[in-house]
């Protein structure tokens, strides 16, 4: 998108969103209404008013998300604007989070993302950790733009926070059920309450099953797409009358299931264009396979795959948290402790068809201890914020894969299998590494009001990351004996490993200035540095990979932001926008190139615009709307031809995004209450990986859902619900192996329905 194109989209979004504002406050002073709940976030470490932080933050409670029929990380960050989601291998595996075009675009377990993902202030170092299906959530917040100051640990891009609910003081529970299409079985529930005068209690649970919804057409494989999880946690909060709080939570959670198979497309190299990949509907991969013509065309449905190699996942995670909190005179100590022991295998069949080229193999275990303590004085006319933070973890990783390269091409096929029949040549992937993480820094903030409207505030973190690497056994590393490359050795060959250690300080820091105009009104602009550990490539190594290429740098980010959050019409309308320029030095680009992947240092910029609205329109009917404006490029990106340089755009980055609902409520008799709502996101074309590979590009797509439901009392609520109503399959993530001649799909999960049934006492 050029610089004009830019600003006129931008002059068009803010025309938009005071026209939609407009609406609002012109139908809801036509007729009574209702004041807004106030949102509480803790993006600052604290208890705010969401209209008090100097910060883009998009808040949904736990109530609105079984509204919206909400199951997993991936269904609620979809729903808010310039946030991304996707899962490698589908729901329930890897979750990468990207915000304002930030995230990680690998598929592996070694990396850290630049979204980080917190639950309960608890930070998950690991991607596969942060793909959990959600229950018993008291809200979730979503930080935009780097937040490295208070939460540390890598956030150029932003970062997820899931809050669980809390024991209470006065008894309380709830059981929902849940059945819908593809056999689907939910059920969620709590209960909460007192078990001594300063002592109480919560156990929440969650079991959520399905039949998979994407067939395979090889009658010896059940459907896949399933749903798999069960779970358990318990929490005890103890007031002491000395004034201290003591909360321990042990949570413990177990999926077994069929992850997603793919789709499968030809591809073919574009030698005019830097080696870059397009489409070849017409044509097959390098095992002349075409998945639209296989068998007359068995496959050729998006709901429809296949393979001849299974697809599972089994993972298991415990969690273990305890907080401390005490108040003194007007500083509040609060101490959070967290360890998490996480462990998966995976399995898959990466070409997607009923050929043997390949199948892969990904057991992964880590565990991770932090400690953070802090000190906040939030009240009076100095406000500040200060603290330490101590992490480990260890992580160890053994994935393998095989590749059987078709080298006698795609002619080589029996006519009347229709399966390749010629001859292939072995290619045998291995990484097996293990990585320790260590981390401590201490940081603060201070908020100053030097006036009754202005405010001045400036923070600064300082970090030592030091990490221990050691790639015992690479296959892309080994000296073969008997082979003429290292990646085809089977057995016969001498390990090369590869061992360093990383150790460097980082800094962040921000500056802001906040000026209230009114009581309803705050303005903000602000400047921030947030800092992202280098590390080292791990998993499948590019081939040709030297040493010097393991170990990537550290990246920066400058940051530019300046918003407005208003309180319209006597508490029934917000109306929030921001608007940001990054400024990246060296950031952590991943792409895969062959068989492999790697991240390099790539300087890039992004900017854009997010506005929110919502507001009660009449008595009965709510509204919100979210729209986002995105341009990103990355500079001076080597394409796979190992010549060209280009600059492109960041993976899963669409220029526009959209999402808002439309939500009656209507008294029925006496304690009933009829509910409609309807809710929808929109994603602009983008591309999904960071060479903007033609046969990577994703199409504009629009989704929609549909939620009906009685409470006949405070008790009892009977619910129906649609998911994708319009039934849209449209691809949403595209994998690239370039040297197999094919482009990997997933697709939108397809419509299902459900009938919800929920019981609160």
Not at 25 to 30: I, P
Not at 329 to 353: I, K, P
Not at 478 to 494: E, L, Q
Not at 629 to 651: F, H, N, S, W, Y
């Amino acid at each position: 998108m050029k610089a004009q194109d830019t600003a006129n989209s931008l002059l068009g979004a803010v025309a938009l969103i005071i026209a939609v504002s407009g609406f609002v406050a012109e139908t809801a002073n036509s007729q009574e209404s209702q004041v807004l709940e106030e949102v509480i976030v803790t993006a600052q470490k604290r208890e705010q008013s969401l209209q008090d932080v100097g910060i883009s933050i998009a808040a949904v409670t736990g109530g609105t998300m079984r509204d919206l029929g909400l199951t997993n990380t991936i269904d609620a960050l979809v729903k808010i604007p310039n946030v991304a989601i996707y899962s490698a291998y589908g729901p329930g595996t890897t979750a990468n989070v990207v915000v304002r075009g930030v995230g990680l675009n690998d598929f592996g377990e070694g990396h850290e993302a630049p979204v980080t993902t917190y639950v309960d202030e608890f930070y998950l170092v690991s991607v596969p950790t942060v793909g959990f299906s959600m229950f018993d959530i008291e809200r979730m917040e979503v930080l935009r733009g780097p937040q490295g100051t208070l939460f540390g640990r890598n956030a150029t891009g932003g970062l997820v926070h899931f809050l669980t609910a809390k024991p209470t003081a006065e008894p309380e529970a709830f059981l929902e059920v849940t059945g819908g299409r593809f056999e689907e079985f939910k059920l969620e529930g709590a209960l909460s309450g007192p078990l001594s005068e300063n002592m109480s209690a919560r156990l929440s649970v969650l079991s959520h099953h399905s039949d998979g919804y994407l067939e395979n057409a090889n009658p010896a494989f059940d459907p896949a797409g399933e749903a798999g999880m069960d779970a358990v946690r318990g929490q005890i909060l103890w007031d002491l009358d000395s004034g201290w709080s003591v909360l321990l939570k042990a949570e413990y959670g177990e999926l077994d299931s069929r992850h997603l198979y793919y789709q499968q497309e030809p591809a073919v190299k574009d030698l005019s264009n830097g080696g870059l990949f397009v489409r070849d509907p017409g044509g097959t991969d390098g095992a002349g396979y075409n998945q639209a013509e296989f068998q007359n065309g068995r496959a050729a449905s998006s709901m429809v795959a296949d393979t001849n190699y299974p697809q599972h996942m089994e993972s298991d995670s415990a969690t273990f948290l305890l907080r401390i909190d005490k108040t003194f005179n007007d500083v509040t100590f609060t101490s959070v402790t967290g360890y998490l022991d996480h462990s998966r295998e995976l399995f898959e069949d990466c070409d997607a068809s009923p050929n043997s080229i390949c199948f892969a193999e990904f057991p992964y275990e880590t565990d991770t201890f932090t400690q953070e303590l802090r000190w906040v004085k939030g009240e009076g006319t100095t406000r500040w914020t200060a603290g330490v933070y101590y992490l480990v973890s260890d992580a160890t990783n053994n994935p393998s894969a095989t590749f059987n390269v078709p080298i006698s091409g795609p002619g080589a096929v029996d006519p009347v299998t229709e399966l390749y029949n010629g001859d292939l040549f072995p290619i045998s992937l291995a990484a097996n590494w293990v990585l320790d993480t260590t981390s401590y820094s201490a940081f603060g903030q201070l908020e100053h009001d030097i006036s009754e409207t202005v405010t001045l505030i400036g923070g600064l973190r300082v970090t030592r990351d030091e990490k221990d690497f050691l790639d015992y056994d690479n296959a892309s590393l080994r000296v073969c004996n008997s082979f003429p490359i290292p990646s085809n050795c089977f057995s016969d060959y001498t390990p090369t490993p590869y061992e360093d250690d990383y150790g460097q300080t980082l800094y962040s820091g921000k500056l802001e200035v906040d000026w209230r105009p009114s009581d309803d009104t705050l303005i903000y602009g602000s400047f921030s540095r947030g800092t992202k550990a280098g590390g080292f490539n791990n998993g499948f190594y590019a081939g040709g990979i030297s040493f010097d290429q393991i170990p990537y740098d550290d990246e920066v980010l400058y940051a530019y932001e300046a918003g407005a959050k208003n309180t319209l019409l006597d508490g029934r309308a917000r109306l929030n926008f921001s608007a940001f320029y990054y400024d990246y030095k060296d950031f952590q680009t991943f792409n895969w190139i062959g068989i492999g992947g790697t991240i390099v240092n790539s300087d890039a910029e992004s900017m854009g615009l997010e506005v929110e609205a919502e507001g009660r329109l009449g008595e009965n009917w709510m509204a919100t709307l979210g729209l986002a404006l995105l341009d990103t490029e990355i500079k001076d990106v080597q394409l796979p031809d190992g010549i060209t340089t280009r600059d492109v755009d960041m993976a899963m980055a669409p220029d526009w995004s959209a999402s808002g609902s439309l939500q009656y409520n209507v008294a029925m008799g006496d304690n009933g209450l009829f509910s409609l709502l309807w809710d929808f996101n929109y994603v602009g074309d983008h591309n999904s990986n960071n060479f903007n590979d033609p046969a990577a590009d994703i199409e504009t797509y629009f989704l929609h859902n549909f939620r009906i439901s009685y409470a006949f009392n405070d008790q009892w609520e009977l619910a129906g619900l649609v998911r994708n109503v319009s039934d849209n399959r449209t691809v949403i993530r595209t994998f690239v192996f370039a040297d197999l001649g094919y482009a990997q799909d997933m697709y939108t999960h397809p419509r299902t329905y459900a009938a919800q049934l929920t019981y609160r006492w």
